[in-house]
């Protein structure tokens, strides 16, 4: 079973940047697509950015062209680069595999886009 812990969230202003991290541990970490969540107060959480074991992508269209995914199988991480963040951008993070959830959640890592 893989094991995620999160991190990297902040308070930052709009427009501002902010670089998620994501560590996982067990095994076959290489081979599971993963993906980025979010969870705004009161709204479901939501799947913004997944990256398949050999690197493509997918995202939401309300980050396309402003987040980035990327993964180091070697490390076993997960990141998110985030770019001309929004206050509509404020949740809390969390990365679990994708579609399918097959792990726990971790704790996640909360970003606020202050106006």
């Known amino acids: 079973q893989v094991q995620l812990v999160e991190s990297g969230g902040g308070l930052v202003q709009a427009g501002g940047s902010l670089r998620l991290s994501c560590a996982a541990s067990?095994?076959?970490?290489?081979?599971?697509?993963m993906g980025w969540y979010r969870q705004a107060p009161g709204k479901q959480r939501d799947m913004v950015a997944a990256i398949f074991s050999g690197g493509s992508t997918n995202y939401a269209d309300s980050v396309k062209g402003r987040f980035t995914i990327s993964r180091d199988n070697a490390e076993k991480k997960v990141y998110l680069q985030m770019n001309s963040l929004k206050p509509e951008d404020t949740a809390v993070y969390y990365c679990?595999?994708?579609?399918?959830?097959?792990?726990?959640w971790g704790q996640g890592t909360q970003v606020t886009v202050s106006s």
């Open positions: 067990g095994s076959f970490f290489s081979i599971k697509t």
């Open positions: 679990n595999t994708w579609p399918r959830i097959s792990t726990p």
